[in-house]
């Protein structure tokens, strides 16, 4: 079963518009931590953020912001008044302890078109 | 900042050959680590090594050697290329964390591989 889930292929906005990135993961761990990546069209992943199991509290950054729920399952993604240089593949990744080395598993990626 | 940084951008062979791809780190990270990436699938670990000349298999290593002889460069190796080898390679390292701890990756640009 996949760890990790971005349900969303591709999604096309017009710049300005609001838009949710869906992330479900699955786990048994208690301790485990998510992350979201951005990876241009010049192909390098940039680390955006890191969240650890035991902090629900959602973050902002900017127009960037991540709603963690646990009860769900879910670690959403949204970004505000989106820009075209917001245009990339999104992944969102679970980090699980195997021994003594954090596993990674990523989702398949959710390609955001943002157009002028 | 940490960086890391592969050998080639793009890099075309052919069925049969040998072919190194190269990773340098210099953040003094212990961890690091070979992924591909392909349309619909994510990310899927290959190989990874958590100490110079250690190595562990990860989900796809079939086909793949690697090498690790100085802690900052890590290397990828197809011993004999073939067509399904075709993909998009991804180099990370990380500063291992205590079991359960925060460990973030850290990707170098890629390297897009066309076998022919």
């Known amino acids: 079963a996949q760890k990790v889930t971005q349900a969303q292929t591709e999604i096309s906005v017009v710049e300005k518009e609001d838009v949710t990135l869906d992330c479900v993961y699955e786990?048994?761990?208690?301790?485990?931590?998510l992350f979201w990546y951005k990876q241009p069209p010049s192909g390098e992943l940039v680390f955006l953020i890191r969240?650890?199991?035991?902090?629900?509290q959602n973050e902002i950054s900017g127009r960037y912001s991540w709603n963690f729920q646990k009860s769900t399952s879910s670690f959403n993604f949204t970004i505000t008044a989106s820009q075209v240089v917001d245009s990339a593949v999104y992944f969102c990744?679970?980090?699980?302890?195997?021994?003594?080395?954090?596993?990674?598993?990523f989702g398949s990626g959710t390609k955001l078109n943002v157009k002028p | 900042d940490v960086k890391v940084t592969q050998s080639s951008r793009y890099l075309v062979k052919r069925t049969g050959e040998k072919v190194f791809l190269e990773c340098v780190q210099d953040?003094?990270?212990?961890?690091m680590f070979w992924y591909r990436q392909d349309p619909g699938l994510g990310l899927r670990l290959i190989y990874f090594?958590?100490?110079?000349?250690?190595?562990e298999k990860g989900d796809i290593p079939e086909g793949y050697s690697v090498s690790r002889e100085k802690k900052e460069r890590f290397s990828l190796i197809l011993e004999s290329a073939s067509t399904n080898q075709t993909s998009m390679y991804l180099c990370?390292?990380?500063?291992?964390?205590?079991?359960?701890?925060?460990?973030?990756?850290?990707f170098g640009p890629g390297t897009r591989l066309l076998v022919l």
């Open positions: 990370a390292s990380s500063f291992p964390g205590l079991a359960g701890a925060q460990e973030t990756q850290y």
């Open positions: 786990t048994r761990d208690t301790t485990y931590y």
């Open positions: 969240r650890n199991s035991f902090d629900e």
């Open positions: 990744a679970l980090s699980e302890v195997i021994y003594n080395f954090n596993k990674f598993y």
């Open positions: 953040m003094d990270h212990e961890n």
């Open positions: 090594s958590y100490d110079v000349k250690m190595k």
